[in-house]
């Protein structure tokens, strides 16, 4: 099983940016999907970006295309997820997740999909 810790959150104001990253270690770390998750209070977890093993593909939820960029690292068994232009809206807790299937649209993301979670990181965007 991959093992995943996410960084990166904080406390930020609308307009602004954060970087989060996701170490993956264990076997065949490289060699996974690499997702990004998030759930508000009261709210169910929500897709929000997937990267292919190669780094070639990717899939965006609507809400945070061409604002958020995810990517993983050509080296390392880690991806990040810059995100810009925060909006309110995207305070949640961002996860990071593994072994999943690489979907053919953004729509077909579920969070039982995948096996393999890390512990969370908060983002928090003031108005």
């Known amino acids: 099983q991959v093992h995943l810790v996410e960084s990166g959150g904080g406390l930020v104001q609308a307009g602004g940016s954060l970087r989060l990253s996701c170490e993956a270690s264990g076997q065949s770390a490289r060699n996974h999907v690499l997702a990004w998750f998030r759930q508000a209070p009261g709210k169910e977890r929500e897709f929000v970006a997937a990267?292919?093993?190669?780094?070639?593909?990717?899939h965006y939820a609507d809400s945070v295309k061409d604002r958020f960029t995810i990517s993983r690292d050509k080296f390392k068994p880690m991806a990040y997820l810059q995100m810009n232009r925060l909006k309110p809206e995207d305070t949640a807790v961002y996860y990071c997740?593994?072994?999943?299937?690489?979907?053919?649209?953004?729509?077909?993301?579920?969070?039982?999909?995948?096996?393999?979670w890390g512990q969370g990181t908060q983002v928090t965007v003031s108005a």
């Open positions: 990267v292919s093993w190669s780094g070639v593909t990717t």
């Open positions: 997740a593994s072994e999943g299937p690489l979907h053919h649209s953004a729509s077909d993301y579920y969070p039982g999909d995948f096996p393999s």
